[in-house]
């Protein structure tokens, strides 16, 4: 019973990493949490109002994301640091996503469905132990992604900036909407406008006074916000024709379930697909930014397991879909984090605004959001990221351009997609070399790569194969076998092909192989296979080539590098019957002893 209690137990931490930092848990922890919690809190109130706006939703669906799923990706976290939640890359995937539909309701409703859809999506993955494919996924195509989701953000966002009247049918390409608004939205609102620019001017000079006072942790956005607000009800804009968020509900959400109908999850499958994928990317590429300057190790399918269950569970709560906040984790890491409950805290706190503050929050304008997504958009891109990833190779520059082209001209979540389509056609070419290489046996009876002026004992050839050796370098691994068999005389009596470095076998690849090695048998020449991994021998014995050769034929990976290799050749010695007449072997010298690096 104790150890079935230990084994729980175990599960259980193992799952929910923020009990697991409670055995270790102490008053200066508490402290550093609840001071990293309510800056996090105070960043995330404007943002989340700010990002609900972007996707075309009420203000409160953002604050219930950054209650629901910031509490929930907290718990769940493999990293100590990252705050889960809405997040403007996200936004601007699902108004993409969801700007078709007409109605507000109906928008909400897509939106909570995506939600369920995208955390679906994610625990597959997690369950699966996929999350490490992740990392075949360029980061060319999240730069590509951001450079075209900020030229959207500004377009979107210029409409409010400025006091236009939206102008065009839901159904209409977005850049079409956008030319019929500037053009026919009618003239710009004085008042809108200069709060707008006004809360722009503000914010650049209080991340002024940040950096010449060495105040990292001032909420510049938290300022303006509540000045704008105070601002707007004391001079009575509203009435100017300033628009205002409007009225937001003093209440948690309350559990709900999402509305499920076969025509809207085949609708909406492709954009959750999008978003899912995107949401992993942020958070994983933000969670190792973190932990590569906190030292700590990340467990990758946990990190996905956690955004999906935000994701899901969020979806039953009226929470739109969110990921990993670049933002909201870099002040959590700044303010001195210590563990996962900061962003517990963080949820807490803008739990109570919302029940607090609720009724004040209505005079905020939608000009000042807008500017102050307007600045979000220009830092998101990062021109010396953009810079190393255009300059670093073509295929970087290519996926970087067409993710990027690919978001405004068609789709954000269509762009994701090709993004990554291509970060997997351009990458399995590259993983689908694999490399011959020739070995002789020298006169110092060193085993060695041959070099252009030896001379190879026609007897015995040696070879060693590396690379993947799967279906994607079939043509590679069929051309090296072809060289094999090009190279053997009607003297050869023996063919050694080192293995070790031939890495994840698939049926294809084990198909060529076995291909290779009965057609040399068939010539009447001894097959030696060396170097032999666990994972490459327990797929040999499951097609049957290990058995095919005999256990005297193939030669295990030894614990002391290259003697499988030395013993694979000498064995060949032993099975040579007519030697050459240079041989060593004619005049009793022993066959090799080591191999030459």
């Not at 007897?459 to 079939?474: A, N, V």
Request: glycine residues 8%.
């Amino acid at each position: 019973m104790p150890a079935t209690s230990t084994t729980w137990s175990s599960i259980v931490y193992a799952r929910v990493p923020a009990l697991d930092s409670l055995r270790s848990y102490n008053l200066a922890h508490a402290r550093a949490d609840l001071v990293a919690g309510l800056s996090v809190a105070a960043v995330a109130v404007p943002q989340a109002m700010a990002y609900a706006l972007i996707a075309g939703l009420p203000v409160e669906y953002g604050l219930y994301t950054a209650i629901v799923m910031t509490t929930v990706g907290a718990l769940l976290a493999s990293s100590r640091q990252l705050i889960n939640g809405p997040t403007n890359a996200i936004s601007i995937a699902l108004l993409s996503a969801i700007g078709s539909f007409g109605g507000q309701d109906e928008r909400i409703q897509a939106a909570v469905l995506i939600a369920f859809l995208v955390g679906a999506i994610q625990l597959a993955i997690s369950v699966l132990r996929l999350g490490d494919l992740t990392r075949y996924i360029s980061h060319s195509v999240i730069v590509g992604f951001t450079v075209g989701a900020s030229v959207l953000l500004v377009l979107d966002q210029t409409k409010n900036l400025f006091g236009l009247k939206a102008v065009g049918e839901v159904h209409d390409h977005f850049l079409y909407r956008f030319w019929l608004t500037v053009t026919h939205g009618g003239a710009a609102h004085g008042p809108t406008l200069a709060i707008g620019l006004a809360s722009i001017a503000l914010v650049l000079a209080l991340r002024w006074v940040k950096r010449k006072l060495g105040w990292p942790l001032l909420p510049e956005f938290l300022i303006v916000v509540v000045l704008m607000a105070a601002l707007t009800a004391a001079l009575g804009l509203v009435e100017q024709g300033v628009k205002v968020v409007g009225d937001i509900p003093a209440a948690l959400p309350s559990p709900r379930l999402p509305a499920l109908d076969a025509p809207s999850l085949r609708d909406l499958g492709g954009s959750a697909l999008a978003i899912a994928l995107l949401g992993l990317l942020e958070a994983i590429s933000m969670a190792k930014a973190i932990a590569a300057v906190t030292g700590q190790r990340l467990d990758m399918n946990q990190q996905c397991l956690s955004e999906g269950v935000a994701n899901f569970t969020g979806s039953f709560f009226q929470c739109m879909p969110g990921s990993g906040s670049l933002t909201r984790s870099a002040i959590n890491q700044q303010a001195g984090a210590r563990t996962q409950w900061s962003g517990v805290v963080s949820a807490v706190a803008v739990a109570l605004v919302m029940l607090v503050f609720a009724p004040y929050a209505r005079f905020i304008p939608r000009s000042a959001l807008a500017g102050l997504l307007m600045l979000t958009a220009v830092r998101m891109v990062n021109l010396r990221d953009l810079r190393y990833h255009v300059r670093a190779s073509r295929f970087d520059a290519t996926i970087v351009a067409v993710t990027a082209v690919a978001a405004v001209a068609i789709s954000i979540e269509f762009c994701v997609l090709i993004g990554v389509f291509m970060s997997f056609l351009l990458a399995v070419p590259r993983t689908g070399r694999m490399l011959l290489t020739e070995f002789v046996v020298t006169a110092s009876r060193s085993v060695r790569e041959r070099r252009p002026e030896d001379e190879v004992c026609g007897r015995i050839l040696i070879f060693g194969l590396e690379g993947e050796m799967y279906f994607g370098s079939s043509a590679s691994l069929e051309q090296h076998l072809d060289a094999i068999d090009a190279r053997v005389i009607p003297e050869t009596q023996a063919v050694v092909l080192r293995l070790k470095r031939a890495r994840n076998p698939d049926a294809v690849g084990m198909s060529l192989l076995e291909g290779c090695v009965d057609r040399l048998r068939a010539r009447g020449i001894q097959v030696i296979l060396c170097g032999i991994r666990e994972g490459m021998f327990a797929c040999m014995t499951n097609c049957g080539l290990a058995e095919k050769l005999g256990a005297n034929h193939v030669f295990l990976e030894q614990p002391v590098p290259l003697t499988s290799t030395v013993l694979a050749v000498r064995h060949a010695y032993d099975l040579v019957t007519n030697l050459c007449p240079t041989c060593p072997r004619r005049e009793g010298v022993s066959p090799p002893l080591f191999y030459e690096i």
